[in-house]
C-alpha cells in the first residue's frame, strides 16, 4: 500500500489565491493530523481528526479549513493565501493515537 | 504549559564517535515521548518511543523524570545516522508536541 500520500508537491501562489491540499491514506488509520513546519519551528499542529465526520483545531487553525467525509481523505484548504502561510505541509495519520505515519509533504511558498 | 526543547539545532560528530541528542520537556503527569527522525528525501518517521525501551538502528533514549529529560544516545556514529531528529511529547489530548529539531551531521 501507500500509505500517506500529499498533493501537490510543491506549489506557488499569489496572495489572496485558495488552494486544497490534498491528502490520503490507505491503511483505514481513523486519526489523521495536518501538520506546517516553518524553519527552525518543528512542526506545529494545524487540524486534526479522529474519525471521518469528526475535525477539531490545533495550534495553528487561523485561515486554513478541513473537512473528513471519508476515512481516506482529509483535505486541507487555505481560503486566501497570505505569505505567513509559506511553509512545508505534512498530513500524517495513525490507528488511534499509536506511531503517526506521515506523508511526503506540500512546500507551498505565497508571494 | 506542555513544551518539548531541543537545544541543538545543529549536532556535528566523526564516524564513530558517541552521540546524544538532548530533548526536555515540560508536562504535569505522566509523559509519553517519542523521537522521530527524517533522513534526507524521506518521510519523518518514528525512531522509538520510551515504554518501548528498545534500541532501534544503535540508538536509545531513556526517560528521567527527575531532570525532565528524554536524551537520544548512540555510543557509534554512523554515516547513515545523518537526518533531522524530533523528540516529540505526547500531551493531555493525545495529540503530539514536537520539538524544533536538531540536524545530526556524521562526518566521515
Known amino acids: 500500500n501507500a500509505g500517506v500520500t500529499q498533493t501537490p508537491k510543491f506549489r506557488i501562489l499569489k496572495i489572496g489565491q485558495s488552494m486544497t491540499l490534498q491528502c490520503t491514506q490507505d491503511?483505514?488509520?481513523?486519526?489523521m493530523y495536518w501538520y506546517r513546519q516553518d524553519p527552525g519551528m518543528g512542526l506545529k499542529l494545524i487540524y486534526y481528526s479522529v474519525g471521518a465526520g469528526i475535525t477539531d483545531k490545533g495550534e495553528v487553525p487561523n485561515g486554513y479549513n478541513v473537512s473528513r467525509s471519508t476515512t481516506e481523505d482529509f483535505p486541507l484548504r487555505l481560503e486566501l493565501a497570505a505569505p505567513s502561510q509559506t511553509s512545508v505541509y505534512f498530513c500524517?495519520?495513525?490507528?488511534?493515537?499509536?506511531?503517526?505515519?506521515f506523508g511526503p509533504g506540500t512546500r507551498l511558498t505565497v508571494l | 504549559a506542555q513544551r518539548v526543547t531541543q537545544p541543538e539545532k545543529l549536532l556535528s560528530v566523526f564516524k564513530g564517535a558517541p552521540v546524544e541528542l538532548k530533548c526536555n520537556y515540560s508536562?504535569?503527569?505522566?509523559?509519553?515521548l517519542f523521537w522521530y527522525v527524517q533522513y534526507s528525501r524521506q518521510r519523518l518517521q518514528l525512531l522509538l518511543r520510551?515504554?518501548s525501551r528498545e534500541s532501534i538502528k544503535g540508538f536509545t533514549a531513556d526517560l528521567n523524570k527527575g531532570e525532565t529529560s528524554f536524551h537520544l544516545k548512540k555510543p557509534f556514529a554512523q554515516e547513515e545516522d545523518s537526518a533531522m531528529y524530533y523528540c516529540a511529547l505526547r500531551d493531555n489530548t493525545d495529540k503530539l508536541i514536537f520539538g524544533t529539531g536538531t540536524r545530526l551531521q556524521v562526518f566521515p
Open positions: 508536562y504535569s503527569g505522566s509523559p509519553e
Open positions: 500524517a495519520s495513525s490507528y488511534t493515537d499509536n506511531e503517526q505515519f
Open positions: 520510551h515504554i
Open positions: 491503511m483505514n488509520h481513523n486519526y
